[in-house]
């Protein structure tokens, strides 16, 4: 059996709509005195706990309070920036290449 060229093409399929949900975003568990880790010297030691829905960052950070909060928040900050991805791009134009004398 021989089929035309118009038999073999098949009609568009009408695309369904994707909703893709993000995962809640990173934020600050808590932040207590601590003793130092193995390994780190010294006093001042916090412990703090960065959460993500179930998920759990625990880190150790040596300094005052007010300096590991600070700290901290900016951590949560760019980990959240990195999961959203970048909003924009930039328009770059490429640079004339010298005329060769």
């Known amino acids: 059996m021989l089929l035309s060229r118009s038999a073999l093409i098949m009609p568009a399929a009408t695309p ?3 909703t893709r949900q993000l995962p809640e975003g990173f934020e600050l568990g808590e932040i207590k005195r ?3 880790p193995d390994g780190g010297g010294g006093q001042d030691w916090y412990r703090y706990i960065i ?3 179930p998920n759990k960052i625990t880190g150790y950070r040596q300094g005052s ?3 590991v909060t600070k700290a901290v928040k900016e951590i949560i900050f760019e ?3 990195r999961r959203n991805g970048k909003k924009g791009r930039v328009h770059l134009t490429p640079s004339r290449k010298p005329k060769k004398s």
């Open 34 to 36: 601590a003793k130092a």
């Open 16 to 18: 369904v709509p994707v």
């Open 51 to 53: 959460t993500q829905g």
């Open 65 to 67: 309070q007010r300096a």
């Open 79 to 81: 980990l959240n920036e």
